[in-house]
């Protein structure tokens, strides 16, 4: 079930919604949790039921470890060595899921020796439910949560508008939220809010990124049989760079609207990354969850900058590696993370060297020539990051090099079968990308802007008719956009692979 | 309090709605969305399913309304810029919306690009309507045999043309369960005037024109997976006794000659492996259907019949090999563009065998002997 699809916004929501409520107000807030845990398995199951036991199993693991790490004087076993073995066996498992055939052919191309493959179907969501569930352990053992109801566990883990791609979550922010009582009543304000950021989201998926696949999908499936030109290799990295941005933070945008239904609230995974000028930058501001997870978990278990600058830029190269390699089970994600890695490198060196010589720079306190540097620093961190996206999108290296160097000089012959790039579809790709670096992005939008000003008419005499408009024409809009998501070929979110 | 509040918020949830529903359908007025389909009601002098005489015809593709185009239909509510002369000589060309082609100029048309070809000596009539199927291309006959006197027939076949026979559709013919008869023609049924009234809301021309929304499409919720395996695809029985049946009444009911018929076969799925460059890495090919096996079998029957044959699948392929144009909307509308129009227009040029004579010679040898 697909968030834009008809079966997920016309039957599946409101029957887990009306029923959340319902359950919470006749039977209390317990059943309502165990309500909202039962239909986020069946949300997953609908997608592949097979997957359901494995996810079960994993959060019945996890609880019990979780629950022997916490008992740690008690436990007949040390915390840590559960910590090991638990974090071990998630490993284990997303690697055999995952992994298992991309090791396997790796180790056949570098040792020639011929190795079968294995007949392994990754289950979705496997890479977001076992991060989340890393964190708990290490949070565990580091005593910041500590967590005796089953079900309250297993409705963090699966709770449906987080479960399949994120944002990643903490056990810390989430389970609070499902103790208070307020959760289980329905509000007004919230519902509003949660439809608005349910439409953005929407719109961005449905009209944006949906529209811009064509053109990315035409070039890098051209590039595995023919050449392509500059031009179209442009067009193509270009409309890439616009989907994926559209994708992941308009589903992003949905789940934080699906939850603000349910009264709860979920982290923001996306601070406008276009506008980053400079890649340390960009990753405060992409996939923020997912940053903060290799940052606390990853970046700082591995010594983080307390060891000296040199082991910093390791920790930093091997940190990004892993977290190309945690998006798919390729040599291309590799590539995409090494090169990230390189990036924040030059990156922090260069802010250690302007830092020593800022005084002498001529454009840094002058204000004419500030706003041309950050232009530029702004246009040399998006081109970094489109360049990182070819091999992020590519099928392989050999075609993610094939993309580059037509972007970068080499100059072929219109190549049939790529999308056309007429100057209409230059506008329309210029004008999204554009609004991703120019607009408010969606939380300045609707908690920052349309928030206060829903409160202020709240207050008002008028205060419950003019919400409750809010609502209706919200509504409205939800299901116009439902209905051109209909008319399309159905596309899954980019992250729903990973 | 708490009850005064739900009302509240209730009332105005339903008075955003209307709101929203209200500025969305003004919106929409002021934007080039499809106008729908206006059908004609039924008449005795021509009972087929055809539009409203002299009526503006509006289309555009998709959600994000491409190929903006204005038509109009003529007195007998087909769409072309000029009425139809009772007892003209013409060449008639046949076909369902890629004949209609109201997604295209009327100058890029096939039966205009045709008629030019032709040196505009004699008049090409289309009788294109969208749904149209083979059983009708054969029952017209009657009709046009009655009005015009029909001196070429160009037929242009689709996929789906042979299955979509077995539907009856009001005004439409169908394929007879009698033995006694091959086609049958549907009765056209009067519109009923609430629907008719409901088809003026944009909204509605919207959600059924542009986004052809169906239940089917608004539930779909995975991606459609193609698999290498394909479908049974093999003859029903009857289906071959049915199209020898057409093809050998097909000269008779316009009484041509076979060699005055050509019909053009088009492949929509061939089409879209043409534009897939991964085709070439799968070996995709497209699945046989019932309805292709079909279709090879009317051209094989067509054929030994003497009919003029075209398949335009491999004309446009070379086209876009060599060329990188396509030949349709694609990917938002599969129907011809006035580039597949004027390849079709050509092919069927060529098989009139009059492409050498040219100018008056080309109508004299277009006439009946």
Known sequence: MLFPSGEFLFVYLPIVLAGFFLFARLAGAQVAAAWLALSSFFFYGFWRIEDLPLLAGSIAFNYFAGSLIQRAPEAPVSSRSVLILAISVNLLLLAYFKYSNFLLESATALLGVGVKSVDVTLPIGISFFTFTQIAYLVDSYAGKVRERNPLHYALFVTYFPHLIAGPVLHHAEMMPQFARSETYRPRVMLMVLGLAFLAVGLAKKVLVADSAAPFANALFDAAGNQSVNTAEAWHGVLAYTIQIYYDFSGYSDMAVGLSLLFGVRLPYNFDSPYKARSIVDFWRRWHMTLSRFLRDYLYVALGGNRRGVARRYLNLGITMLLGGLWHGASWTFVVWGGLHGAFLV???????????????????????????????????????????????????????????????????????????TGPNNWVWLAISLAFAIIAPNSQQMIDGRLRPRLERLAASPAGDLGTGAAMGATVVTIVMLAFISASRDVSEFIYFNF | MKQRRFVGVFTGFAFGIILALATLEGLLRLLPIQGGIHAADPNDRWPIHHMEAHADVHWSAGWNLTNPTRRRTNNLGYAAPFDYASGARIVAVMGDSYVESVMNPYESTVQAQLERLLGGAIPVYNFGIGGSSLPDYLGMATFLNREFVVERLVVVVGEGDFVEGFRPQPGHFFWSPHDSRLVELQPDAFRDPVRKALRKLALLRYARGNLRLSANALFKSRPSTRTSECGAADLLGGDRELIRGFIDALPTAYGLSPERIVVLFDSESQRRTMYDPNAARRDAVACPTRDGRVLELLASEARRAGVQVVHLAPTFRRHFT??????????????????????????????MGTKAAGGHAATQSLLRP
């Not at chain 1, 922090?348 to 020593?356: A, E, I, N, V, Y």
């Not at chain 1, 999108?393 to 037509?406: P, Q, T």
């Open chain 1, 346 to 420: 030059i990156n922090h060196g260069w802010r250690h060297l302007r830092h020593r010589i800022a005084n002498r720079l001529l454009w840094s306190e002058s204000p004419t020539l500030r706003p041309v540097g950050d232009a530029l620093a702004l246009a040399l961190t998006l081109t970094c990051v489109m360049v990182a996206w070819v091999f992020f999108r590519a099928a392989s290296v050999e075609d993610a090099a094939k993309i580059l160097l037509a972007m970068f000089g080499s100059i072929g012959g219109a190549s049939p079968g790529v999308a056309e």
């Open chain 2, 322 to 351: 060599t060329s990188g144009e396509r030949v349709d909307h694609s990917p938002n509308d599969w129907h011809w563009n006035a580039v597949g129009h004027r390849i079709a227009a050509t092919a069927a040029f060529d098989k």
